[in-house]
C-alpha cells in the first residue's frame, strides 16, 4: 500500500530586495542606510536593515530622508523598476535550477512546491539554491519551509530574524512542536490577516498566531469568511493552497504614471499618453497577448484644493484586436483629445488594455490593414529596443527626453545596469 507523501513547501523572500539590487551593482553601499523612495521621489517604499534600524519608517517623505541623509549618511535612491524586474527574473531562475515547481508570488516572493522532492534532504537543497542565488545574482535571500504556504510564510519571518538559521528555517512537522513559533507570532503578522481583521480578531480573544490556529474553523468562517477559515486550518498543518506553477492569464495591462510636475498643455499630455500606450504595446506584445478594448484617463491633484478638480476617462473597441503600437497609439490619442479640457493642472495619466486575447486573432471583415507586415515591424522595432536599449527607436509622438515635462522625477536614480549598454558598468581606464 502506498502512503501518501506529506505536503512540503518552501517561501523563498528575497532579503530587502529593492536596497539589495541597489548593492549588487555599487558595493559601496555595503553596510550603509539605503531606502528606496516611490514614484516622483515622493516617499520611502523600501530600506536596507541599516535604514531600518536608524528608525526610518514605510511612506516617510522625501523631505525628512534628506534631513536624515546629513546626519545619518543616509543613501537615497529613485526606483528602478527596470533594474528591479530584470534581477527578479534572474533570481527566479536561479531557484528553478534547483527546484523546479515554482510559484512567482510577487517580485520579490517565490512559493516553491518541495513535495516531488521526498525523500531528499531539502533543507540542504534549499541551502544551496539560497548560496546558489547569492552567488549568480548577488542578492541575498532567507527561505521558510513548512507543510503550508501559510506555515512557510511564517518559517520566512524566522529565517530573516533568528541568525542561527542562518537564512533558512523548517517548521516542525508535528503540530505539537510548532506551539512555541505560533505563540510568538502576533496574528497581525500572519499572511493575509491585516490590520482590519487583526482588530476584530483582538476583540474576540485571538492574538497570536496559535490561537487563530486552536480557534474552531466554523466560528472562523462565520465572523469572517472562507479564506480567514483556510489561513486557521493552515495555520494547523491543513494544506488549503497550492504552488500554482502555471502562470495565470492577465485580463488588463494598465501603464500609468504621475507626473513629474503638473502639465497645462495637450502637447505635453499627447506625449504622455503616447508613451504610456507605446509601454503598453510593448508589454503586451512580450507576452504574446492582442487587446479588444482600449481605455484612457487623466485627472487632476486630488490633494491641490486650491486648484479646480478634474478627472475622466473613455475606452473603445478595437477591432480586430491589436498589440501594434501605431494602433494603439492612434487610438489612444483620440480618447484623450476628447477627454481633454483646458484649464485644468493635470498630474496623472494612463492607458488601461484590456478584453486581451492570447490566441488566434479573429480578423475584420472591413480591416484593411496589412498585419503581417505591422508583425514584421514590430518585431524588428522590439529586437532592435532589446539589444540597444529602451527607446533606442520609438514613436515621435512620444516626443524626446530632454524636453519632456511630464517624466517622473527621479533625482536618485540608478543606472539600468542589466538592460542598457550605456549603463553597464565600466573598469579600467
Not at 346 to 369: I, P
Not at 371 to 376: A, C, L, S, V
Request: proline fraction near 5%; charge should be positive.
Amino acid at each position: 500500500m502506498n502512503r501518501r507523501v506529506m505536503p512540503m513547501y518552501a517561501l523563498a523572500d528575497c532579503n530587502n530586495f529593492y536596497a539589495s539590487c541597489e548593492r549588487v551593482f555599487d558595493p559601496s553601499l555595503e553596510g550603509r542606510p539605503v531606502v528606496v523612495l516611490s514614484n516622483n521621489d515622493g516617499c520611502v517604499i523600501a530600506r536596507s536593515q541599516e535604514a531600518k534600524d536608524l528608525g526610518v519608517r514605510m511612506g516617510e517623505p522625501i523631505f525628512k530622508c534628506r534631513q536624515r541623509m546629513k546626519n545619518d549618511s543616509l543613501v537615497i535612491r529613485s526606483s528602478n523598476y527596470t533594474l528591479y524586474d530584470d534581477m527578479s527574473r534572474r533570481v527566479v531562475e536561479s531557484i528553478r535550477a534547483f527546484i523546479p515547481d515554482i510559484e512567482v508570488y510577487s517580485i520579490d516572493e517565490v512559493f516553491l512546491n518541495l513535495e516531488p522532492l521526498a525523500g531528499r534532504d531539502v533543507d540542504l537543497i534549499c541551502r544551496r539554491a539560497r548560496r546558489a542565488v547569492l552567488q549568480w545574482t548577488g542578492i541575498p535571500i532567507s527561505i521558510g519551509i513548512g507543510t503550508t504556504k501559510t506555515l512557510a510564510k511564517l518559517a520566512n519571518r524566522i529565517a530573516k530574524k533568528d541568525p542561527s538559521a542562518q537564512g533558512v528555517h523548517r517548521l516542525p512537522t508535528l503540530e505539537s512542536e510548532r506551539i512555541g513559533p505560533l505563540a510568538e507570532t502576533a496574528v497581525e503578522d500572519v499572511w493575509g490577516i491585516g490590520r482590519r481583521w487583526a482588530k476584530r480578531l483582538h476583540e474576540i480573544g485571538i492574538r497570536s498566531a496559535l490561537d487563530l490556529a486552536q480557534a474552531p474553523p466554523v466560528e472562523i468562517r462565520r465572523g469572517f469568511n472562507v479564506v480567514a477559515m483556510r489561513t486557521a486550518l493552515e495555520l494547523r498543518g491543513t494544506p488549503c493552497q497550492e504552488v500554482e506553477d502555471v502562470e495565470a492569464v492577465r485580463k488588463t495591462l494598465v501603464r500609468s504614471r504621475s507626473f513629474g510636475s503638473m502639465i497645462t498643455e495637450w502637447t505635453d499630455m499627447s506625449e504622455a499618453i503616447a508613451s504610456h500606450a507605446t509601454r503598453a504595446a510593448e508589454k503586451l506584445r512580450s507576452e504574446g497577448g492582442h487587446a479588444g478594448r482600449i481605455s484612457v484617463f487623466l485627472r487632476t491633484n486630488r490633494f491641490r484644493e486650491d486648484l479646480p478638480q478634474y478627472g475622466r476617462s473613455g475606452s473603445r473597441e478595437l477591432q480586430p484586436a491589436t498589440n501594434t503600437t501605431p494602433v494603439i497609439i492612434a487610438q489612444a490619442l483620440d480618447l484623450g483629445r476628447r477627454l481633454w479640457r483646458p484649464g485644468y493642472h493635470y498630474k496623472k495619466a494612463g492607458v488601461v488594455l484590456c478584453e486581451l486575447e492570447f490566441d488566434d486573432v479573429q480578423g475584420s471583415l472591413f480591416d484593411q490593414r496589412d498585419h503581417e507586415r505591422d508583425t514584421r515591424l514590430m518585431t524588428t522595432l522590439d529586437r532592435i529596443n532589446r539589444r540597444m536599449g529602451a527607446e533606442t527607436v520609438h514613436p515621435a509622438a512620444i516626443g524626446f527626453k530632454k524636453r519632456r515635462r511630464w517624466s517622473m522625477r527621479q533625482s536618485f536614480r540608478s543606472p539600468r545596469y542589466t538592460t542598457r549598454w550605456t549603463d553597464i558598468p565600466r573598469t579600467g581606464p
